[in-house]
């Protein structure tokens, strides 16, 4: 197997794993039936969340970033229509548009909850993970504390053993796989504060003084699904887009890619616009899904935006 292909399908992999795990025990005979569990699963861990009382421009701030939520979604579920040997190339996009999809949802909810919070990428994925992750239902509430080797909310404490190829490998329990791609995403973020803050450098106050920094001093931090759509993101859009390119010469692979995300996108989505719903309220998140809508009617459809804005606002 060449390089590029163990390195597109190791990403691959985990969108499997993951998207297996939102499935796992939920009721999958649609996307409808999927969501509406998801949404049931939910409901009990908002109980405690109200709504939030916005300004006029907090509340044009909030319809902007959900505008870029959606519309990013839109542009990524473009690439679905395409023929299957151009979204071979095409499929390098799909992953950033679906990271800003679900970013700009998460930078509403870091918005409202933090209004003067700092407006950097980093600030609201560590937010989501250390801060909001209760209220999201598995496998979203789960995470690794890399440092501390510590797992949160998986079926165990430390991650299991795997063999070598673990992540080229399909696993019976799809969380296990979820589980050690958090760890290599935390020992990746581990190794690019080393390169820009430790490597060469020294320590000039402390008991190491003068001595140099050590690649383990640096922290990886708390891993969640958020992270992960960052580290892939950026592996697509400055690291190794050949590999992406290169790697995707198996024509299911390229197909399961998109769809994978498609499916993922839903649901992510879905979880985050019900947390939106209760900080907002129905009739102000009603009113923001029908703006979008409305200028987007005749161009393009968005179906699942429209399945998740019936299911989750209760309409017919």
Not at 63 to 78: H, I
Not at 170 to 197: C, L, S
Request: proline fraction near 4%; hydrophobic fraction near 35%.
């Amino acid at each position: 197997m060449s390089q590029a292909r163990q390195k597109f399908q190791t990403y691959l992999f985990f969108l499997r794993h993951f998207d297996q795990c939102v499935r796992h025990g939920r009721n999958t005979q649609s996307m409808n039936h999927l969501v509406n569990a998801l949404l049931t699963e939910q409901q009990p861990l908002l109980a405690g969340v109200g709504q939030v009382a916005l300004t006029p421009a907090r509340r044009d701030t909030i319809r902007r970033m959900l505008f870029n939520a959606w519309n990013s979604e839109t542009v990524a579920r473009m690439n679905s229509l395409f023929d299957p040997a151009v979204r071979a190339v095409t499929n390098q996009w799909k992953p950033v548009q679906t990271y800003y999809a679900i970013y700009f949802l998460l930078n509403a909810i870091h918005e409202i909850q933090s209004p003067n919070h700092q407006q950097t990428h980093e600030a609201t994925l560590r937010y989501t993970t250390m801060t909001i992750r209760q209220w999201f239902p598995a496998p979203w509430h789960c995470a690794y504390d890399f440092d501390g080797k510590q797992c949160h909310a998986f079926a165990w404490q430390q991650l299991p053993t795997v063999h070598s190829g673990w992540n080229l490998s399909n696993h019976n329990e799809p969380a296990v796989f979820v589980g050690h791609f958090f760890r290599t995403t935390g020992r990746e973020k581990q190794e690019e504060k080393w390169m820009t803050h430790g490597k060469g450098k020294i320590h000039t106050n402390g008991p190491r003084t003068g001595k140099r920094f050590l690649r383990r001093e640096m922290r990886g931090g708390t891993i969640a699904f958020w992270d992960v759509l960052w580290r892939i993101r950026k592996w697509v859009n400055y690291k190794e887009a050949q590999a992406l390119l290169e790697g995707q010469d198996y024509p299911d692979h390229v197909e399961e890619f998109d769809s994978r995300l498609n499916s993922i996108l839903t649901t992510s989505s879905a979880v985050l616009e019900h947390l939106l719903y209760r900080l907002l309220g129905d009739q102000t998140l009603t009113s923001m899904y029908a703006s979008y809508l409305q200028v987007t009617n005749g161009i393009v459809t968005c179906p699942e935006l429209i399945l998740r804005r019936d299911l989750i606002c209760g309409l017919p």
